[in-house]
């Protein structure tokens, strides 16, 4: 049987002092002049420099302030960082400003692991252009959903319905709640392990879509870039637990990988020695799971529940 693969609450005064913290970041100390200044459009483009405070500012979401519901500043202050643009962080098809003021909230680490509706729009149309009509899943889960963008923005690409696992409890009730907001059903989402869903999987009969995104933690660094061996799980471990677990006709899934940094080498050699790599481009992989792996992920028991469509078409965020 082949497979197919896409990879793709603190108090006020702490936060205060996280997101003064974030607001540090966006200024540079010049050596040379000693002067203190806010970082101009020339010196983001400034790799070492940008890498360096994008290196920070991913440590402080992911440390301090990773379970702490993210302030407005601190959205923005992350949009300036990482995109150049205090607006950047686009969500359920809505700019910051819009998602924040109507009452959509997202934990400090979400602001490093969501992929941002741009990403998000080029994966799912890379992972519906490499298929064929025949490849198209019965339903899409995203073993590791957490803001639940990209899961979204898959299923309306291929406008089938969706699943979204998230192990965290604080995301996934933030996610339920935004879900709610942006008209899907909290339903589409099950706070559990991801290997738990293999023990009560949906009864797909056709194909199934796997969108894989574990958390990079370590394993990501500007200047590294992604190495798939050093996820959280390791992205070989997901691959081989769907080929050995997935009782679907036929599995599709989407690997996310950096967009602007590389994918470690040693570590892609390592996975296109078990699996096939249909489709590459930056932000994601589409690979062709071969062969059935030894189980090395056991899991409990749950209710398998056919999820309902997504919600409404994310809303450009232009």
Known sequence: MSIILVLVCSSHSTTAHADREVTEILFNDDQTSGDTT???????????????????????????LGGTTAEMETVQNAGMVF????????????????WYSEGFRVPGR????????????????????????????????????????????????????????????????????????????????????WVHYFTAPCPVQGPCLFVVAPPWQGAFSFERGLDLRRTNPPVLAVLDTIAARSEASRNVAVVQTPLHSDVD?????????????????PGCLIIDVLGRAPDRHPGAGGEAVLPAMPGPRPRSAS
């Open 38 to 64: 806010l970082l101009s459009d020339s010196a983001f483009r400034r790799k070492e420099r940008k890498d360096r405070d994008a290196d920070g500012l991913r440590r402080l979401l992911l440390g301090s």
């Open 83 to 98: 995109f150049n643009d205090p607006e950047g962080i686009c969500l359920y098809g809505r700019r910051p400003s819009q």
């Open 265 to 281: 080498a040693e570590s892609l050699r390592e996975l296109e020695a078990h699996h096939r790599v249909l489709h590459a481009q």
């Open 110 to 193: 979400t602001l490093i692991e969501a992929c941002v509706d741009p990403t998000a729009e080029r994966i799912a149309r890379a992972a519906r252009d490499t298929l064929t009509a025949d490849e198209t899943p019965e339903l899409i889960v995203d073993l590791f959903a957490g803001s639940g963008n990209l899961m979204l923005h898959m299923g309306q690409a291929f406008q089938r319905p969706v699943l979204g696992i998230e192990k965290d409890r604080n995301v996934a009730q933030l996610t339920a709640r935004n879900l709610s907001l942006h008209g899907t059903s909290p339903s589409c989402l099950r706070h559990t392990d």
